[in-house]
């Protein structure tokens, strides 16, 4: 009886080119497993016809019918979205998604990615097969999206009334913050973020963080750091200042990485494979799946040389290299991790 | 007779959030040691209490008679601030902070950072303890500074009115180029150098530097590396891109790092310990306080092995990797860094 | 008979300084070998004088004979550019170059800038001597470009009015994309590619990437790591996650380093030598052009040892340090770079 009967549903506001075509929308309120009443309701109102994937514009007199009908039914909160919508000069829509396959339109590419950022779905639990081709390549802008062949017209339109439309990017995604900012976080610099990053609650994502979409951090974590898409960093995880993640491109493996809890990556540092909990990377040395590693125990006697992808997600290890031998080390690390929290909170 | 009765005093432009709190404020000249009759001038409009600090707000009456005794008592470009405040429709203050203690107020830790962005005052020479606990974690965006408890309405009422609200970062502090640009730098990218920075004449900041608060450089300098929280970096000195000077985090010591004059740090290279003047990093090499160093004399002899915390401080030092046995070496450096200014101004 | 009588020409909108100075200038048409007709007939309006370089402003009236003068010619879309600036209240000039000689003015430099970045001319192709010392540096805000020295008074102003002027950088270079965003590419962080920037077709440009002005990539290429001044990319590599090409400052050399075809230097690596075709930098290195490296042959024999100017411009050679000795190795790649499409294409 409780298993959903819808996977996620929003009612939000959406830019359009000038053929008319969605080409991204923010919601406010996005719902994963939206209680049933609530989609029968809209569809009461809407086409959202039986597809997988619906999208319903909401015009000006079905804004108004449908706020009536979710009051009615008991949503006041997505009504009282629709009564907004219903007096602003936004172009609204809804967008139903009945089951989790991958997505057919911008405006479901959108809701995914929004699921992730509201911490509604964590990251490598969506189907976003396909997602990258559906979105548009747009400039974004100090007025919004805008598609690239439109673009030189509008700056051009715009300094000769005086002003700048400012480009902050040329790309499919945008940036997280213009859409949600979720509790908990800081982000230094919003450009580093992407919409569909996942930041627990009390990350910190410094001015050399990055963290890619489909990404992020499991709660409380230290981001200085490049978190490359698909990744997923633990709890009370450190990465340190312009650390990188590789990702399944330039030369990395096609596993998606993943980082434990309470790791330290050193500044500068990098991996290419997964590592467990409570394990750490000196700062400045890059340990990739393929690097050979001589294992020492407790007292420094050598156990054996191995790949790094075979000590993939043990936990206690640190890596460093030997600064007089300049082999590549891996030792048990003894001292637990401790977050400087009073530290960290200057930072 | 010369010692200042008051420790700095500024009339500036603040944002309120909807409870009526300071969350921010704009200080146009801020004072070290203003002159006594000054603060005198303003305690006769103003109700400036007896305490460390204090924080009174310019009302459209008490701007008028503010600016009038200002006048009088000889101080036309504060006099002139005054006046520019009752015109406009921002909302004014007067700071006075009587003696340096831990600030107790949003407006006195803002004002402690304008001090600094100012070149008032030098990194490490202001109480800023427990500033951060003060300070409100906000949203910085096109239309001012936001609480996060009032952006998803603000982000909606502007999309609803076909406009965006730009948030260019979630944090504690701002970047400083909204509140003053020092003469004589150069910041390829303003999101880079926080409020609270201090950059020296002739410095330049480039796309990949960062400057926290309370950091900063002491004359011309190149910086394309990090310099973390309480770092002094010398005048002549040049950070390679990406060079990371390790803080008092992600598994720095508690000891604030310090870069002599003219040094060069290479491109991706780090320091966790203290360098002296006329001191090299090679590139890409992190030097951690704990790293053994092979010490050789200017012939190439080993002299010792060392950590480099040992050799902290010490000047013309050269330290490198040697790339066929992977040794971290240091000897001395024979070569004087010239910056080459032409390549320089370049750039 | 085809041998170009100018060298360019383009009609534009400038920016001026309190004093009249000219600032910046945005060319939405510039032309590199301009049709004769066409500078003859803006010349039968405007002064362009008749020495290498001229610039000449197009006032409200000059702007209705140049738009008749250029339709009879035969050049719509320069008139209807002429007729969108007698429109708007904007500042319009044309600016004529007749030699690539050393730019003598704000104007032609802002040219040179903008055929690089439209792909009309190539990196070091381009006569920029003493451009720096030309250009103002300026704060680059969201109400366009503005003197340092008028800077403080409407950063006042504007929060007065209740409003932020947002100072995006102080810098001689604008960012590109506010000029003009060439056909595919995507560039993720506007910021860190500066006017004058190369960008082939195909090319993108990730947040870690950055690109310098008279710099570059020849095609598809995608760039997550740093392009000096001066340097350009062959078609098809990849630039991975903080990597560094070192410019000819911050102890690089006066060479100008260039990377060839289907190369691929790894995350947080670095070179300071140019490398041919089908090369690869290990993650994490970082080979300066005085790095020794040991040489081996396709069988991992010792073939001798060199420094890596040596090998300079050399294709189809891996570089990386041999994780159990320490020492830094070139070996054959016999392994072709296969830039992963599907995977990129979800970056």
Not at 25 to 35: F, G, S
Not at 99 to 105: F, M
Not at 270 to 290: H, K, M, N, P, Q
Request: glycine fraction near 12%; include cysteine; aromatic fraction near 4%.
């Amino acid at each position: 009886m409780n298993s959903p009967t819808f996977h996620s549903f929003a009612i939000g506001v959406v830019t359009r080119n000038r053929k008319g075509d969605i080409i991204e929308a923010l919601y406010p309120v996005p719902l994963l497993h939206p209680p049933e009443d609530l989609v029968r309701s809209a569809a009461d109102v809407l086409d959202l016809g039986d597809t997988d994937n619906a999208v319903a514009a909401i015009g000006p007199g079905l804004a108004e019918d449908l706020h009536s009908r979710l009051m009615e039914a008991g949503f006041p909160q997505q009504a009282g979205l629709v009564q907004k919508l219903a007096a602003g000069k936004a172009d609204g829509i809804a967008c139903l998604i009945r089951q989790d396959k991958p997505p057919a339109s911008v405006a479901e590419v959108f809701l995914k990615l929004q699921l992730l950022s509201h911490r509604l779905a964590l990251p490598n639990s969506l189907n976003l097969d396909g997602a990258f081709g559906l979105l548009h390549n747009l400039a974004w802008t100090n007025k919004g999206a805008v598609e690239l062949d439109e673009l030189p017209d509008r700056q051009l339109e715009a300094r000769l009334a005086g002003e700048l439309l400012e480009v902050m990017s040329v790309d499919k995604f945008p940036k997280m913050t213009n859409y949600v900012v979720p509790g908990g976080v800081r982000i230094a610099h919003s450009a580093r973020v992407r919409l569909g990053a996942y930041l627990g609650e009390g990350t910190t994502v410094m001015h050399e963080g990055f963290v890619n979409f489909n990404a992020g951090s499991a709660g409380k974590a230290m981001i200085e750091g490049r978190i490359s898409a698909g990744v997923m960093v633990g709890e009370g995880s450190d990465l340190g200042g312009g650390c990188s993640i590789m990702g399944t491109l330039s030369g990395g493996g096609t596993e998606v990485i993943a980082v434990g809890e309470n790791c330290l990556i050193g500044a500068n540092a990098g991996i290419g494979f997964s590592i467990g909990d409570r394990c750490i990377i000196e700062a400045g040395l890059y340990v990739t799946a393929g690097t050979k590693v001589n294992v020492l125990d407790r007292n420094g006697k050598h156990v054996k040389t191995a790949k790094a992808l075979e000590l993939s997600r043990q936990n206690d290890l640190l890596f460093r290299r030997n600064s007089l031998t300049g082999a590549v080390e891996c030792v048990p690390n003894k001292a637990s991790i401790e977050l400087n929290e009073e530290l960290h909170s200057h930072n």
